[in-house]
């Protein structure tokens, strides 16, 4: 989504005061004053902290399977954009964006404002994914027997949890091996699982 230079400003600036003292610590007055505005630009934007957080959120790290679905060149099966979306996990590791993301769950449990918008943003993530799981059901490409509420919260734990070992310093996986892995998850719930007698593709 595109946004005017003041909102990029101001979002610059959040980003950087909400990294340095947290969401707590954070004053609207300091995220002004670095960006050049007055408080009455957030105002006139933003209700308060918890808006002006995830939007910043938002912009640093964009949802991946929005992010994938708007790049252009969007898988058209499940299979392929749920394996792409595992595989992605271990790349473009954003530092910052880490961090904001931290201090958005942690101060989640104190702003119950906050908790409800950040429910909000994971919940739109999901029907997101929900929709796509359903339609390939539908189009006998995958399996109809695994409930898709389980399929799209193991896919969201995965991301969080990858998430959560990169915030704590712990050692990734080698992608190959890590892709390999992802691909023999997702290969269970294909067609070709579910009939083992099918004959094998070019790509097999």
Known sequence: MAVDDTTNKLLDAAIEVFAETGYDGARVAEIARRAGLTTGAIYSRYRGKADLLLEALTMRLPGELERVLSSGETPDDVSTILAT???????????????????????????????????????????QMSKLIEEAKADGVFDPELDTLAVVRFCHSLGLGMFLSRVMGMPMPDPDDWRLVIDRVIESATPRSLNPNAEPTDDS
């Open 85 to 127: 979306l595992g595989s992605e996990v271990l790349e473009d590791v954003d530092e910052l964006g880490d961090g904001l993301m931290l201090e958005t769950f942690a101060a989640a449990r104190r702003e119950p404002d906050l908790a409800d918008r950040l429910r909000h943003r994971l919940d739109d993530e999901e029907r």
